[in-house]
């Protein structure tokens, strides 16, 4: 079993800067592959950014160039450092896990994922 706690949400204004970070359990983080999707009132939830275990990234096309995931294997987090925010960006943030990391569907699809946090609200006021 796989614990996540996303924390680093909060309100902010366009153009500002906000770090989210991740926290997960268990000993073998450092052979996960880790996501970051989001998910707005009325809309699916949406994929943001993943990384894999060899720190390979893959980032979603409205937030590329702003976003950037990285990991910290000794601390057993997953940091999403997100730029130039706009309104559009507002949404809850989860974090989630793959263990097995093989991408057998793909880094940005939902169901890769076994394990998901409770979310963290990101809100940008215009």
């Known amino acids: 079993q796989v614990q996540l706690v996303e924390s680093g949400g909060g309100l902010v204004q366009a153009g500002d800067s906000l770090r989210l970070s991740c926290a997960a359990s268990g000993r073998t983080f450092r052979n996960y592959a880790m996501g970051w999707f989001r998910q707005a009132p009325g809309k699916e939830r949406e994929f943001v950014a993943a990384i894999t275990r060899i720190s390979v990234t893959y980032y979603g096309d409205p937030v590329k160039g702003r976003f950037t995931i990285s990991r910290d294997n000794a601390k057993n987090t997953v940091t999403l450092q997100m730029n130039s925010l706009k309104p559009e960006d507002t949404a809850v943030y989860y974090c989630?896990?793959?263990?097995?990391?093989?991408?057998?569907?793909?880094?940005?699809?939902?169901?890769?994922?076994?394990?998901w946090g409770q979310g963290t609200q990101v809100t940008v006021s215009s």
């Open positions: 989630a896990a793959d263990p097995d990391a093989i991408f057998r569907l793909g880094p940005r699809v939902v169901d890769e994922y076994d394990y």
